[in-house]
């Protein structure tokens, strides 16, 4: 039978109010995921340390034997209940995933917790390790044992510390991961490939940072989408609901063909909020595309990168010219795949005519997550006889996938018609030979000119030709760019000065706890202590000249200390810290005291002239 909302709150008031008891010794074990894995497999080992006493830390000796992948830290908490009454009771959590270098029998040493009492360790484990890929019996999804004993409520039961015990594993593996998804699972050589990779959480995220990709060797990429701002949408995974977070989207041509390995992405993600808040490292899984050969039967002059779906044309800007001047040759295909890797064909044009280098311009896009395209193509053709040529059609061969055949595109013959010039190509033209420049110049030499007579009287020129009237007349645009660019290094200068973006910064996080006094008593206890977080988080931030978010309390308390904060300011932010805490994690309590909080807020925010 489900417990009553009154015994529900009971339960929390008697968590909340009962006293700390002395701790007992630590306890500290460490488990496998798998018993059995190969040395291209992944295989995850979790330390636990309970009743691990404040500024303990967990550590691991090295194995040489043994790659580290990534790591990831967290903090549980559970309820016990004994003779004494309930007791919270706090452990550490160490997940480090792992990659065996050798096969044969591994065995990991104990790990080791260091605290100030001494030194404790736990058990050695071990598992066998083969030659390449293992399967996972469990499918990947085998529970691990739950190291915080059995619950006090039923099957049935609700237990009202389940939020309370989510909340403080908020970076568990389970509830943010990394995963890389193909649109395909094989291709042709030259085909597109959509590889999306994305953030599962089921967490707040803060920000993602220091992303590393993969080496794509093999592959010709195209970026098609990376959001500047992290947007989520909800997603189902093995019936467990989440936030899928898009953090890139690559398009992937593959040049050869076979299995093509796509390694893990990694990127630090932080979560949570200034006194919560965590940075954790995240790894998402390897992929493999299979690439096919492309068939055989290609038509001559195929290229093994015209793959996709293509249309050639041609045209000239001038079907019509005079002898030695020059028209435009413009080629142009355009259709769906990877057009900067398109080879065009060359066109051939008759001896009379003299075909230059092309000049190429592409251009891309995208529509529906595939890559589109058009190469442009333009070279300039000089007529060096008269009369009227052809140009030969043109043929582009590209293989279909869609299809699975090869196709041609084709383009239609093209004439051009040369007629003479006037003056000395006219002269060349009758001969059936262009002059050459050294000719042209005799001609123009010796040709008969018309006499002219100029009279030029003696008069002073006009100020206007002076070269002092131009200095003169340049002196008013060249003081007003001078004062625009003046009025540029000034606004340059009071951005990039660190004291000003300072002020400005401090400005913004009072106005933002001002806002809170006017206006907030239309929002939640939970958004208004989100505000006050941020705010006075970018203030400690300020005042201490690093980034306090994912802090503890113990370690905020010395950095204040070290600054010079007076002890009244430590007080207030932790009096600030218990307030959100409270909020945060005991949502059932009583309403937050928000005049007290503010009250503290702006007088940290006024008081203290720290660093």
């Given at each position: 039978?489900?417990r009553?909302?009154?015994?529900l709150?009971a339960?929390?008031?008697?968590?909340?109010?009962?006293?700390?008891?002395?701790?007992d010794?630590?306890?500290?074990?460490?488990?496998l995921?798998?018993?059995?894995?190969?040395?291209?497999d992944?295989?995850?080992?979790?330390?636990r340390a309970?009743?691990?006493?404040?500024?303990?830390?967990?550590?691991?000796?090295?194995?040489?034997?043994?790659?580290?992948i990534?790591?990831?830290?967290?903090?549980?908490?559970?309820?016990?209940?004994g003779?004494g009454?309930?007791?919270?009771?706090q452990?550490?959590?160490?997940?480090?995933?792992?990659?065996?270098?050798?096969?044969g029998r591994?065995?990991?040493?104990?790990?080791?917790?260091?605290?100030?009492?001494?030194?404790?360790?736990?058990?050695?484990?071990?598992?066998m390790?083969?030659?390449?890929?293992?399967?996972?019996?469990?499918?990947?999804?085998?529970?691990?044992?739950?190291?915080?004993?059995?619950?006090?409520?039923?099957?049935?039961?609700?237990n009202?510390?389940?939020?309370?015990?989510?909340?403080?594993?908020?970076?568990?593996?389970?509830?943010?991961?990394?995963?890389?998804?193909?649109?395909?699972?094989?291709?042709y050589?030259?085909?597109?490939?959509?590889?999306?990779?994305?953030?599962?959480?089921r967490?707040?995220?803060?920000?993602?940072?220091?992303?590393?990709?993969?080496?794509?060797?093999g592959?010709?990429?195209?970026?098609?989408?990376?959001p500047k701002?992290?947007?989520?949408?909800?997603?189902?995974?093995?019936?467990?609901?989440?936030?899928?977070?898009?953090?890139?989207?690559?398009?992937?041509?593959p040049?050869?063909?076979?299995?093509?390995?796509?390694?893990?992405?990694?990127?630090?993600?932080?979560?949570?909020?200034?006194?919560?808040?965590?940075?954790?490292?995240?790894?998402?899984?390897?992929?493999?595309?299979?690439v096919?050969?492309?068939?055989p039967?290609?038509?001559?002059?195929?290229?093994?990168?015209?793959?996709?779906?293509?249309?050639?044309?041609?045209?000239?800007?001038?079907?019509?010219?005079?002898?030695?001047?020059?028209?435009?040759?413009?080629?142009?295909?355009?259709?769906?795949?990877?057009?900067?890797?398109?080879?065009?064909?060359?066109?051939v044009?008759?001896?009379?005519?003299?075909?230059?280098?092309?000049?190429?311009?592409?251009k891309?896009?995208t529509?529906?997550?595939?890559?589109q395209g058009?190469?442009?193509?333009?070279?300039l053709?000089?007529?060096?006889?008269?009369?009227?040529?052809?140009?030969?059609?043109?043929?582009?061969a590209?293989f279909?996938?869609?299809?699975?055949?090869?196709?041609?595109?084709?383009?239609?013959?093209?004439?051009?018609?040369?007629?003479?010039g006037?003056?000395?190509?006219?002269?060349?033209?009758?001969?059936?030979?262009?002059?050459?420049p050294?000719?042209?110049?005799?001609?123009?030499?010796?040709?008969?000119?018309?006499?002219?007579v100029?009279?030029?009287?003696?008069r002073?020129?006009?100020?206007?030709?002076?070269?002092?009237?131009?200095?003169?007349?340049?002196?008013?645009?060249?003081?007003?760019?001078?004062?625009?660019?003046?009025?540029?290094?000034?606004?340059?200068?009071?951005?990039?000065?660190?004291r000003?973006?300072?002020?400005?910064?401090?400005?913004?996080?009072?106005?933002r706890?001002?806002?809170?006094?006017?206006?907030?008593?239309?929002?939640d206890?939970?958004?208004f202590?989100?505000?006050?977080?941020?705010?006075?988080?970018?203030l400690?931030?300020?005042?201490?000249?690093?980034?306090?978010?994912?802090?503890?309390?113990?370690?905020?308390?010395?950095?204040?200390?070290?600054?010079?904060?007076?002890?009244?300011?430590?007080?207030?932010?932790?009096?600030?810290?218990?307030?959100?805490?409270?909020?945060?994690?005991?949502?059932?309590?009583?309403?937050?005291?928000?005049?007290?909080?503010?009250?503290?807020?702006?007088?940290?925010?006024?008081?203290?002239?720290?660093?």
């Open positions: 039978m489900r009553t909302g009154n015994h709150a339960t929390v008031a008697l968590l909340l109010a009962a006293p700390a008891l002395a701790a010794a630590p306890v500290v074990t460490q488990d995921d798998r018993t059995e894995v190969g040395t291209d992944i295989f995850v080992l979790t330390v309970i009743d691990a006493p404040a500024g303990s830390s967990l550590q691991l000796p090295d194995v040489p034997t043994v790659e580290t990534g790591t990831s830290r967290g903090v549980q908490s559970s309820i016990r209940f003779g009454g309930p007791r919270v009771q452990i550490s959590t160490l997940t480090v995933r792992m990659r065996a270098l050798k096969p591994l065995v990991l040493p104990p790990a080791e917790l260091h605290a100030s009492s001494g030194v404790f360790r736990s058990q050695p484990v071990s598992l390790v083969k030659p390449g890929h293992v399967p996972d019996p469990g499918g990947g999804s085998r529970a691990r044992p739950d190291p915080l004993g059995t619950s006090p409520f039923g099957d049935d039961d609700e009202p510390f389940d939020v309370f015990r989510r909340r403080q594993q908020a970076a568990g593996e389970r509830d943010l991961f990394l995963r890389g998804e193909l649109d395909k699972k094989e291709v050589q030259g085909e597109q490939a959509t590889l999306s990779l994305w953030i599962y959480a967490v707040d995220l803060s920000r993602v940072d220091a992303v590393t990709m993969p080496r794509l060797d592959f010709w990429t195209e970026d098609v989408d990376t701002e992290l947007s989520g949408e909800t997603r189902t995974v093995d019936g467990v609901p989440y936030r899928a977070y898009l953090l890139r989207r690559l398009a992937l041509f040049v050869k063909s076979g299995p093509r390995e796509i390694g893990p992405v990694e990127a630090d993600i932080t979560t949570g909020f200034l006194f919560a808040g965590r940075r954790e490292h995240r790894a998402s899984q390897p992929l493999t595309l299979k096919k050969p492309l068939p039967g290609a038509p001559a002059g195929f290229q093994p990168s015209a793959v996709g779906a293509w249309a050639l044309s041609a045209d000239l800007t001038s079907v019509r010219t005079e002898l030695g001047t020059p028209v435009t040759l413009r080629l142009t295909v355009e259709g769906r795949g990877n057009v900067k890797d398109l080879v065009l064909p060359r066109p044009v008759p001896p009379a005519l003299k075909l230059y280098e092309p000049t190429s311009t592409d891309t896009s529509v529906r997550g595939r890559i058009r190469r442009t193509q333009e070279f053709v000089l007529p060096q006889q008269t009369g009227t040529f052809e140009i030969p059609s043109l043929e582009l590209y279909d996938p869609e299809t699975q055949r090869y196709e041609r595109s084709r383009t239609g013959p093209l004439t051009l018609t040369v007629v003479p006037t003056g000395a190509s006219a002269l060349a033209a009758a001969s059936g030979r262009t002059e050459e050294a000719a042209r110049n005799v001609l123009n030499a010796g040709a008969l000119r018309p006499l002219r100029q009279a030029v009287l003696d002073p020129p006009p100020p206007w030709r002076r070269g002092w009237f131009l200095a003169l007349m340049a002196l008013p645009p060249l003081a007003f760019v001078g004062a625009l660019a003046g009025q540029a290094v000034q606004r340059h200068r009071a951005r990039s000065d660190p000003g973006e300072r002020r400005r910064r401090e400005q913004r996080a009072r106005a706890l001002a806002a809170l006094r006017t206006s907030g008593q239309g929002i206890d939970a958004v202590s989100a505000e006050v977080d941020g705010a006075v988080a970018e400690l931030s300020l005042r201490l000249g690093s980034p306090v978010t994912g802090l503890t309390r113990e370690t905020l308390r010395a950095r204040l200390a070290a600054a010079g904060a007076p002890p009244e300011l430590q007080a207030r932010v932790a009096r600030i810290q218990d307030s959100c805490d409270e909020v945060r994690f005991a949502p059932g309590a009583a309403r937050m005291d928000r005049a007290a909080v503010l009250a503290d807020a702006e007088a940290l925010a006024g008081s203290w002239e720290g660093g």
